[in-house]
């Protein structure tokens, strides 16, 4: 991310509070912040990279706003043009979530294109992140933008760029993407009108076809479609979308399955950016479920589902053998469903020999156990879904390896090749045939079945801690942290020998034992991973898309009495040197 001087925030803010490109209420914004706030806005521009760009709302160059909308879709724009005229006729599919501003930057992103003369096709209303990325490779286009910052609270927006097979930039593309950006000084971009953009043919509805596809592809997925069809109805489920785009297609994917016992949470079943039933709109903080369990008890349900603003994230409560209902981690759906899937698979004989899975190096190694139990090839990627997706272009690029299925603790899943992303709306559904599965052919409930899991291949506990660090002193406290805990050699983490440590800058594996070193092949990022002996793992890692840096805690044991006293003991042992820098 580069950093602006003194001289270049005035300049940079002179211009956004005078010249008339901006609007009035930008123009006023800018001049009535105080210096500290001036600089946050203009010390920076928002980075983009294989992900996008995410950000807070707001005018300055480091917030989200039409005019950094139109800055980086100019530089995708010309991306696109380099590409000749193919490509610009294939073009580029918008969708948006139920974020402020969202509709407005969809439609700032395709009058942009437009005005490039790339055809834009856009979806009528907010639609699934993963439909998106569906709908790229459906429709033929050469890339896809979804306007969205997944689970982020209410003041964050975002804009994540897909390439032409459905998943997110490749770093070439991205890199090309970032140098037109920074080439165009000029702040002064124009769309042209929508009117204008019809008139031409370069503004395209998306229509209900692709959501019909895009539902055929996922319940293809399916492995027991026939009888869930006469019998679905047996397990009863709780949904909330937590005012986000799951409620376009979850409940629809559900129902038209067989899935008939189907409750949405009223409250939060209408889109709202304000999101003003939960603290934050993210399924893997155990408060978004508050309302969702107040009905999961009051219908008796089997299962409490719930999705993110963009429907790429799952969250899951189920009802044990006592009647209880019981939280699931993302990393325990995520062993779950290689479980059921793996296991299913089997039985059908529909395991292919050269079957695999995916799993980023933050997730359980409970999930790569089940994978090696049924001889099932596991690829370990760095942490975000974009890297699964890179994997899927691999194999199908190369004819080798069949994907089955990919998972990242973070309460992303895939199974099948339909999208390139994470998948709510998939995942929902397959959870939801799990649950049937299990309770109707085996009488067993999803909490038993993953306690015999562990108790075949061993005991995990997995934690993940976050900690956000806020504007210019926050990056640098995080940056202090990483240096930190490189200059600070663990040899045991709560009383557990360190086996060995992996830097990601650096693609450096230290054996500890003897000192050897060894490659990693994968890409240089700001990561390190301590691999625990007798198996587990602590992990630390700068967010890519967030002011945080977060913490993964993956403890082993044989029996499940001391996992939680070990895992205190390690938190305790690591946190010691950088304690003050989290403060």
Known sequence: MESHTIDDIQTKAAFWGKNPYFDEATRQEIQH?????????????????????????????????????????????????????????????IACDSRRCSTEFAQETALVLAANGICAYRFNDLRPTPELSFAVRYLQAVAGVNITASHNPKEYNGYKVYGEDGGQLPPDIADRVTQHIKKRVDWIIEPISKKEAYRKGLLIDVNGEVDQAYRQAIRAQLLYADKLREQGDQVKIVYTPLHGSGIRQIPAILQETGFSNVFVVPEQAEPDGEFPTVRLPNPEDPEAFALALVYFEFQQADLALASDPDADRLGLYVRDEKGDYVRFTG??????????????????????????????????????????????????????????????????????????????????????????????????????????????????????????????LGYYADEQISVTKEGRAGKAAIEQVMQT??????????????????????????????????????????????????????????????????????????KPDDLQERMQKIQSDFFAPIQSLLV
């Not at 980086?72 to 991306?79: E, K, M, N, P, V």
């Open 331 to 456: 990393n325990q759906i995520g062993v779950l469903l290689t479980w059921y899937l793996l296991s299913q698979r089997k039985k059908l004989g529909k395991l292919p020999a050269d079957g695999k899975v995916i799993t980023t190096v933050a997730s359980t190694d409970l999930g790569a156990a089940v994978a090696a139990h049924f001889g099932v090839e596991v690829i370990h990627v760095l942490v975000g879904f974009k890297y699964v997706g890179e994997q899927i272009r691999i194999m199908e690029q190369t004819g080798k390896g069949t994907f089955l299925f990919g998972y990242e603790e973070s309460f992303g899943y895939l199974a099948g090749t339909h999208a390139r992303d994470k998948d709510a709306v998939q995942a929902a559904l397959i959870l939801a045939e799990a649950a049937w599965y299990y309770k109707t052919q085996e009488q067993r409930t999803l909490p038993q079945v993953l306690e015999e899991i562990q108790q075949m």
């Open 33 to 93: 912040l105080d210096p500290a706030e001036l600089e946050e806005r203009f010390y920076t521009d928002l980075e983009f990279g294989t992900g996008g760009l995410r950000g807070k709302l707001g005018a300055g160059t480091n917030r989200m706003n039409i005019y950094v909308v139109r800055k980086i879709t100019q530089g995708l724009a010309d991306t696109i043009q380099e590409q000749g005229k193919e490509a610009m006729r294939r073009g580029v599919v």
């Open 485 to 558: 805990l490189r200059q600070h050699c663990f040899q045991t983490l709560g009383g557990i020998p360190v086996a060995a440590v992996e830097d990601y800058s650096n693609g450096a594996k230290t054996n500890l034992k003897d000192g050897r070193v060894e490659p990693i092949s994968l890409p240089r990022t700001d990561a390190l991973r301590y691999l625990l002996q007798g198996g587990g793992f602590v992990m630390a890692r700068p967010s890519g898309t967030e002011p945080k840096i977060k913490f993964y805690f993956s403890i082993r044991s044989e």
